[in-house]
């Protein structure tokens, strides 16, 4: 066992042994029930290229793939329950992130590697009244600063005793993976060996106080070769949530939470950096920096408004948010209101964001703004107006102009219904125009582009008819510096329940033209369908068939290229439940 | 007598004076702005010595950062400098690992508090002035050459539309999807390439899940802008209808759930920032939902 992992195995024999006592000291017998769902599903993909040879379109899904899913729960008395979670893929099909490689055709997985492998999830979580283990691969959220995005696979434990609140697990979010130049190529990994840990107290929808702890550390020796570009890293985060909610609505948040960061472990040890003995030794490549996050505001039926704020110092980072972006601080006042009887609601968010708050490159800010405008005019005619900004802007530095970028957006949607005896209608608009400038930061200019877009849908209801049709039209106009962008697409949908419902079919027809400046148009028709048959109430078989067809104009070279691309989904699923 | 003292002090002067070591410094003039990445990019610092014809001493190397009105940030600590045994007739090439090892580099006042939080310094024009010292009594061994340089961090894309979770309507993002995002901030002097990368989410999936464990459905090079309009050409139709998904599946998608990134890469298709973050250059992504608004 890797030190820096934390060995679990007498809390789950404690666990099973409590459990066991509880079922000896019940004279009754044990009532016990199962439900659920499992199933497995095929995925097809086909991509047919002309003329042959002809590589400007690159297949973009697995060629063939099965998943299958498995997610009972037994449950045995009302206090024990025994759920699982599998979801596993015959392939792996990973091309981002430290797995990116591992495709089919490429090379073979260990069966640590496959186990870990985010594309597969095995998971079970015993439950005995307020104790919870937790085994298998987990997507743990502790906060919004400590732990969150990354599934673990390992054992741990969730107790909610009372008030209080102890949770802990520990594991592998990755295994080592060689570095392999390909192709397909491997960034490869190291092994990152993660523990969490959480104390607190808690009163559901009065408050919560947690102090969260979480480390990841990579084992250097993990992969050989190693990865090119990615060094071993180690990090350690401690914070402290609190949240309060209070009468009529009120609540309160806060969290603060300090990082210790190793970006490098083959860095030397450095005692002139901060260390976080005797979690975290500091290396030359060690950092040690805050994160903050608050919000405050009331919730009600009609009306809420809040304003939030979040803070990442630059050298703040966390293993369990691997793509978190540091070194800005947000502030944002949201709020919601719902009026005239309910039928004008309007949501609206102004705030800005600063980025490089320490100083180690330039100071740029966003502002954003966004409006949400619904009205309800009358029974047969609603309005709805919106309305965003976005704006970027940042010093020169050694440029002779900095970055200014500015997007507005305003969007115009009226919809008309009406009704006679056998049916309704709905006609909607919506029109669009977005404009974003950006400045040149060598010559100061600034080029524009604009954007139009205007959308006509129709939807027929009938009342006695099981028909669902609908339609629609679209005009979509890009117009920047030395490219204009024309898109027009007209499309229909349909669902009908046939078989005495226990089919329902659903289909849509697309058609498509696509003109860039003077170039000849291309083409494009997509076709979909899906045929969802209930075969008995609890076992359904659902198929979903698509195509796509794009013929170029003389936009690219060869002239005439065109390509078909074919996708098929079908799948059994069982639903169970024994107690029905 | 005094002439006799004269002549030892003469020769001595001109033994040391002939003892001089030629050094060259060459130092990237917009280095990276974490400064552990100069020691992984061998390209960025390179410090030869070239030993005078008669060496009989061993020497350490004494390098000092200072900003350009002369404030001096860091320098190395003398006293725990590695000890350097030069061969006569053998030249020697360093790189930052051996020139300004931070470990052994003592920063001043407020640059001290932000390399320590940060890992960097904060952005300016700098000096790196670099001197060969004998080892055992400090004398100059080599004259000092210094080198200017520009350090700033590079701050990653942010996603600006779709926005997070926003939810976008099935009739117009089948034919069209805008992608937006901020550029690299400053502006890096060479052109950079953003890649994007748009994962379907599915059902069962985690957000963080799908990106590291699908296909892309887009992926896509675009150099220098920072709008990319995609033309899915995928049916927003969702899998199966809402009335037949199963009760218990834990992550429900309504319509369908997509999450986008944004990977930055320079000249040479390596990632922009190695050693920020998840040290791919992948900005923080977001998820955005596709579903029927009528």
Known sequence: MNKNQIDIKPFIVFFFLLFALHLKAQQKPVSFSVSGTMGVSYEGYGLDRNPSGWTGYTPRRPWNQMRFNFMPNFQFGKNFSLPFNINLAALPTNFAGPYSGFIPGGPKQSFKQWIANPVNNLAVNPKYKWAELQLGTQYLHYSELSTGDIGVFGAGFDLKPKTYRIKFFTGTSQPGINYYAGPPSITGAFKRSNWMFQIG????????????????????????????????????????????????????????????????LTLPINPLMNAFEPFVKAHSSTTRDYAGSGAIGKKGKDFDIGISTKYFGAGFQTVGYPYLQPDRLDYTLNTKLNTWKNKMNIVA?????????????????QLIGNLNWFTQFTDKFSLNVNYNNFGFQSASGINPYGIKNVSNDLGISPTYTWSNSKMT??????????????????????????????????????????LTPDFSAM????????????????????????????????????????????????????????????????????????TNYFKYGNSIVPNGANYLESTCRTGFQYKFDTKK | MKKIITSIVLLSTVQLLFAQFNTTLSLSGRPPANLTEWG????????????????????????????????????????????????????????SLDVLPLENIIFTGKYQATLQKTGKLPADNYMLCVQLVRATDYVPASTEVCKTFYLTAYQLPILTQPGNEQELNAKLAQTAITFRWTPVSPASPTVVTYRIRVFEILENQHDVQALRSNQPLLDKNIVGATQFIWLPQISMMPYVGEENKPDSASKRVIGKKFIWTIQTLDNLGQPL??????????????????????
């Not at chain 1, 570009?229 to 990090?235: A, C, D, N, Y």
Request: charged share 20%.
């Open chain 1, 475 to 546: 005009y979509f106009y890009n117009d920047v510096p030395l490219a204009k962008l024309k898109l027009i697409t007209i499309s229909s949908g349909l669902s009908i329940p046939v078989a005495k419902k226990k089919i329902q079919l659903r289909g849509q027809l697309q058609y498509n033209i696509n003109k860039l400046n003077s170039f000849k148009s291309d083409n494009n028709i997509i076709a979909s369908c899906s045929v969802d048959w209930k075969i008995t109430k609890k076992f359904s078989w659902n198929t979903y068939l698509s």
């Open chain 2, 40 to 95: 992984i990019r061998k390209d960025v610092l390179t410090f030869i010595i070239a030993p005078p014809q008669s060496v009989s001493f061993d020497v350490k190397i004494k390098a000092t950062i200072k900003t350009l009105d002369g404030t001096i940030v860091g320098n190395t600590n003398l006293n725990t400098a590695r000890i350097f045994t030069p061969v006569q007739g053998s030249t020697l090439v360093l790189n």
């Open chain 1, 201 to 264: 107290k808690e009163r559901e929808g009065k408050y919560e106080v947690a102090f969260n702890f979480a480390k990841g550390k990579d084992v250097v020796s993990s992969s050989s070769p190693p990865p090119l570009t990615i060094k071993p890293q180690e990090g350690f985060v401690v914070s402290m949530v609190t949240n309060v909610f209070f009468d009529k609505g009120w609540y309160a948040k806060l969290e603060g939470a300090q990082s210790v960061f190793t970006k490098d």
């Open chain 2, 273 to 294: 920032n190695q050693t920020d973050g998840n040290g791919e250059s992948l900005s923080e992504p977001k998820v955005f939902f596709v579903a029927n608004k009528n």
């Open chain 1, 425 to 466: 209608n709905l006609i909607g608009f919506n029109y669009n125009y977005s404009k974003y400038t950006e400045r040149d930061v060598l010559t100061g200019l600034t080029s524009n582009n604009n954007t139009h877009t205007a959308l006509l849908t129709y939807v027929p209801t009938y009342f006695n008819k099981d």
């Open chain 1, 349 to 365: 968010s102004l705030g800005q964001r600063i980025n490089n708050v320490s100083n180690t490159t330039l100071r740029a800010t």
